[in-house]
Nanobody, 121 residues
Framework: QVQLVESGGGLVQPGGSLRLSCAAS????????IAWYRQRPGDAREVISF???????NYADSVKGRFTLSRDNAKGMAYLQMNNLRFEDTAVYYC???????????????WGQGTQVTVSS
């Protein structure tokens, strides 16, 4: 059982940066891959990055080179550093605990409540 709480969202200008945090409670955090999803208004939730149990990362093309995902298993934390933010990054961001098979992320039933990121001038 893993409970997830996201934080760090807010209002930022284009080109700015934010760091999102995902705090996990429960002893099973290190046994899960962790992913960040986002959901823009009117769109489906999409995975933008995931990190395996051993720290290997994967990024969607839309955020590659701008976002960096990391994890600290000892603290039960995952971090999404977002740089050079764009208008189209505006969304609610969610973390998820799941699994990776053959390079694909499979979401688990563990979701946080989401944190709003708004990029606006």
């Amino acid at each position: 059982q893993v409970q997830l709480v996201e934080s760090g969202g807010g209002l930022v200008q284009p080109g700015g940066s934010l760091r999102l945090s995902c705090a996990a409670s429960g002893s099973a955090f290190s046994g899960h891959a962790i992913a960040w999803y986002r959901q823009r208004p009117g769109d489906a939730r999409e995975v933008i990055s995931f990190i395996t149990r051993d720290g290997s990362t994967n990024y969607a093309d839309s955020v590659k080179g701008r976002f960096t995902l990391s994890r600290d298993n000892a603290k039960g934390m995952a971090y999404l550093q977002m740089n050079n933010l764009r208008f189209e990054d505006t969304a609610v961001y969610y973390c998820n605990a799941g699994a990776v098979f053959s390079g694909e992320y499979y979401s688990g039933g563990y979701w946080g409540q989401g944190t709003q990121v708004t990029v606006s001038s």
